[in-house]
């Protein structure tokens, strides 16, 4: 294939923009174009049933739930689940949902149609029980034209059966349901076409950016004049560029407008200053405005050097990076804006710049707040393909439901939808699809590869490719170079150690890290361990790796291999979103500000090796084990400084020189006494960095800390409570847990809640949760009414802890 160099296109975000409740509730709306969400108020029955698409079908009985709703996380948890450890043994099954929709008769002649941000899975979709059509794929986004069925000036009845019983379909959770947002759009006969505007920046300088613009419009009519007029807003809403073009629809009804603005003195889009733009389509029909909408953009160059690696607008960028499932811990699939923002935020402070969207296409404002929020993006299409169906369920199912057919069909999906972020710096095609460099996986690979040049040139292609098994070294490298050779970046999953054959075989590789483990590795064994060197230095070491993907950020549900473990425990973090203590290295290599943190072993205080993923040992960030007074410790002192030095209850343990080991992570070993053992940073003489664990004492108090005091009270905006068991002088006790009492009254209720731990079997809905490590988390979401929302956490030996939070209607 011929190698090309790649100037990175526009990016848009979806015009929803998260966490704005008025923004979330409907698109800012000019003449023509109304935008609403459909969320609420939809009536939902857990089974199937014969005509409940017919309006007239009795529906009575069923409960009203709002969406993004997923029935799967309700449970119950079985370890005879159809889907087995796959879907984390949670329920599959049918399910209907059914809403009323107003049509009013002043909008007869309108262009109405309603979108599905995403329905898990194989979906079937009603309006006045004539059927719209079938989507059997759950994770990308679809629309209906609903103008022809409506009756405007009645009422309107939408049906949908989502059919996930033919399990398992996917090696990890999925849900069940709508789990995504509904919007329904209004605007004029003559129309920009859903996802019908194109953005690309095909030359920026420090004076003017060009923007390019392809809009196509339709109409039911053919050959009707229209005007375009297209306007270029800065990020505070200032019209920098503006150009008019008229034009006619053809004969089936559509056309496509190129222009090409001027955007002088642009604000480049990056990961610590991400600047975006928006271009404002206004279609006129005899002067008078029939339609409006707004998509966002950033102009910044995303090129990759075989040389230099990833060069964003001219510089080189390490891909900080981890990969994240879709699932949100507690709330299942159905994942409010404001718990994909706050896992982002923790990423963020991590020194994380990189998300790879594993392995399907995430939801619509998980990429507007990259964009937002300066994250590069991987956006990625399939997880397996049709292969060797043999090995994996979700490889069987592929090719059950024609795989080979369907694709094409929903990768452009996927291009059409996200083209337009400025985040997404790469398409990838496909995750761990089979043996590398054989007739299993090149042909395919070609043509997906192909297809995505075709239709979206502007960024390269990957796919994260597994590592051959069973093959001499001098193979394994010609399998994988044999399929690197169809793409624009070799993905490779757990392949460090190849990097430098792979190199040395086919010098005009780029390499990503797709998936790396977070842990420690030995390179002579091809595999990964907690000895000697982190894969980070790979990426360090070797100019043309762009980066890495930690495989994962995240804890996850699913891909589990034994009941009652609901999920796989690899993540920086576990589903309640709580940093671990292994997630300090990772700051002290992504970020420059001086760091030193404490982590003791657990195995050291007398669990055994028990490993949190793939022979990792867990490890603690406290210094409360009063059952080992007097035994040795063993401790790390993650750090970026030149020394540390440990002491305990002011004694010195001496100074060490993060350099003389592996990681830079300086090995104590300490006789637990209790107290307070501290580390000191110094870089030279100079103290820059300090962290200190203290013994915590008898549990005396329950303590809630909220991440946010006001909410809107929208129906979906949500606030997360740490719930901790603390001391007389407030410090975690992380050895004493309880089970609590959770209750949730006034303007709003729970949404579920979580321990991090994957083997608990508590109800992620019920009102009793047990603490792990001394603390757990509480997911309120905010009703429809202004209002106090009360959390009041209980256990009968200590004092309940109450907590208030005032919830608010958004104006308008």
Not at 228 to 252: F, K, N
Request: with cysteine.
């Amino acid at each position: 294939m011929e190698r090309r160099t790649f100037l990175g296109g526009a990016g848009a975000a979806a015009v929803v923009q998260a966490l704005d409740p008025q923004l979330l509730a409907a698109e800012p709306s000019a003449v023509g174009r109304v935008r609403t969400s459909l969320d609420s108020d939809w009536q939902f029955w857990r089974g199937d049933l014969t005509g409940a698409e017919n309006p007239r079908f009795d529906a009575s009985a069923w409960r009203s739930v709002s969406l993004p709703h997923d029935w799967s996380i309700e449970g119950p948890f079985t370890p005879d689940a159809p889907a087995g450890g796959a879907n984390g043994w949670a329920p599959g099954g049918i399910g209907w949902y059914r809403k009323a929709l107003e049509a009013p008769a002043h909008e007869r002649g309108r262009t109405v149609w309603i979108e599905f941000d995403g329905i898990y899975h194989r979906s079937d979709v009603w309006i006045n029980g004539r059927h719209l059509g079938r989507h059997d794929y759950g994770y990308t986004s679809f629309h209906h034209d609903l103008t022809p069925h409506l009756r405007f000036g009645e009422g309107n009845l939408l049906a949908v059966r989502v059919d996930n019983s033919d399990i398992p379909n996917c090696r990890y959770y999925s849900g069940s349901g709508i789990y995504r947002h509904v919007w329904l759009t209004r605007t004029g006969e003559v129309h920009v076409a859903h996802w019908g505007t194109r953005v690309a920046t095909p030359s920026i300088e420090p004076a003017s950016a060009q923007v390019a613009l392809r809009t196509r419009i339709e109409s039911r009519t053919p050959g009707v004049a229209f005007e375009l007029e297209s306007a270029i807003c800065d990020g505070e809403g200032r019209v920098v560029a503006s150009q008019r073009v008229s034009s006619r629809t053809d004969s089936s009804g559509s056309a496509e407008m190129a222009q090409v603005l001027e955007v002088p003195r642009p604000r480049r889009w990056s990961v610590e200053e991400p600047a975006l733009y928006s271009a404002r389509s206004t279609v006129r029909v005899g002067g008078r405005s029939v339609d409006e909408c707004v998509t966002p953009f950033g102009i910044r160059e995303a090129r990759f050097d075989k040389d230099r690696g990833f060069l964003l607008n001219g510089r080189s960028v390490k891909m900080k990076g981890v990969c994240l499932h879709h699932d949100g811990g507690c709330v299942g699939a159905a994942v409010p804006e404001a718990v994909v923002a706050r896992r982002l935020a923790v990423l963020k402070e991590l020194g994380c710049n990189a998300i790879r969207c594993s392995h399907n296409p995430p939801a619509p404002e998980v990429l507007d707040l990259c964009d937002r929020m300066g994250f590069l993006v991987i956006d990625e299409a399939f997880d397996k393909w049709e292969g060797n169906a043999d090995r994996d369920p979700s490889q069987w199912y592929m090719r059950q439901r024609g795989f080979s057919e369907w694709w094409p069909q929903e990768l452009e999906s996927m291009l059409a939808r996200d083209r337009n972020h400025p985040s997404i710096v790469l398409w990838s095609v496909g995750n761990e699809v089979g043996e590398p460099g054989t007739d299993e996986v090149n042909p395919l690979l070609a043509k997906l590869v192909e297809f995505v040049h075709r239709h979206e040139p502007t960024r390269p292609v990957t796919s994260a490719l597994i590592l051959p098994h069973g093959r001499t070294l001098e193979d394994r490298v010609a399998q994988v170079v044999s399929s690197a050779k169809l793409m624009d970046v070799l993905g490779a999953n757990y392949q460090e150690p190849l990097y430098v054959h792979v190199r040395a075989a086919a010098p005009e590789t780029i390499v990503c890290g797709t998936e790396s483990w977070r842990y420690w590795r030995n390179s002579e064994q091809l595999r990964h361990a907690y000895d000697p060197t982190n894969p980070w230095y790979d990426v360090v070491r070797h100019d043309y790796v762009v980066g890495q993907f930690i495989w994962s950020g995240v804890d996850y549900l699913g891909e589990s291999d034994s009941w009652p473990n609901r999920g796989w425990a690899s993540g920086l973090m576990d589903t309640c979103g709580f940093p671990k203590p292994d997630a300090e290295f990772q700051r002290s290599v992504w970020r420059s500000e001086p760091l030193v943190r404490i982590a003791v072993f657990e195995s050291a205080s007398g669990s055994g090796e028990r490993a949190w993923s793939w022979g990792a040992p867990r490890l603690a960030s406290h210094w409360t084990f009063p059952q080992l007074k007097g035994q040795l410790l063993r401790l790390h002192t993650q750090t970026n400084c030149e020394t540390v030095e440990l002491l305990l209850n002011g004694a010195s343990y001496g100074l060490r020189r993060a350099a003389d080991y592996a990681n830079s992570a300086p090995v104590w070993y300490v006789p637990y006494t209790p107290g307070r053992i501290e580390a000191v940073g110094r870089n030279g003489q100079a103290i820059v960095a300090r962290h200190e664990l203290r013994t915590a004492g008898p549990c005396a108090q329950i303590a809630l800390q909220a991440d946010r005091t006001s909410l809107a009270a929208d129906g979906r905006d949500v606030a997360h409570i740490e719930v901790q068991l603390r001391d007389a002088e407030s410090l975690l006790v992380p050895n004493d847990d309880r089970t609590l009492r959770i209750q949730a009254s006034g303007a709003g209720a729970t949404l579920g809640h979580d321990n991090g731990d994957l083997s608990c079997l508590e109800p992620y809905k019920g009102e009793t949760r047990t603490t792990r490590g001394g603390r757990c988390l509480v997911i309120v979401q905010a009703g429809r009414r202004s209002g106090v929302l009360q959390l009041r956490v209980s256990q009968p030996s200590l004092p309940a802890a109450v907590l208030t939070i005032e919830t608010h209607v958004p104006p308008g």
